[in-house]
């Protein structure tokens, strides 16, 4: 029994010695930062990209909120873009590809957080059309559905 034991535990660490990034992301604090959410523009100060699935990507922009003490995000996934996925992660990190890319939105998403980091109710995540662009200055999202405000985001690296 412990040496059945013993063999599973030494596959489970040679499974996490050379792990291989399927999915990766990478963080920054952009220069400058907008988001717009019901037609009210706020500041945001950082901007996480990760990789969702085979190419997309999750654009999450994150603001400060100096009233409560809390956060909000603003989130935005896309599908698969015509080029290939301009984050380079490796065993090292990530990396963004500064070239060209665009591809169509699949959802947004936003929600708030107190002050302890817990979110102040559900997530508004919904299903969107609109695109994300990256380019060699400039990260944004776009967003606009039949019934429910437009949302967009846009950071200068």
Partial sequence: MIQLWMASLLLAVQATTNPTLAFGRLEHRPSSCRIVVDSKSLDCERLEIAMNGSSGLRLRFIGDDAKTGGSYQLSFVSLKGDQDSPLRCDRSGCRL?????????????????????????????????????????????????????????????
Avoid: K, Y
């Fill in 97 to 157: 590809d500064r070239r060209s890319w665009s591809a169509s939105l699949l959802s947004t998403s936003w929600v708030r957080f107190d002050d302890r980091g817990l979110p102040t109710g559900l997530p508004a995540t919904r299903t969107a059309q609109g695109r994300c662009w990256i380019d060699a200055e400039t990260i944004g999202c776009e967003s606009h559905s039949r019934n429910v405000a437009g949302m967009s985001a846009e950071a200068q690296l």
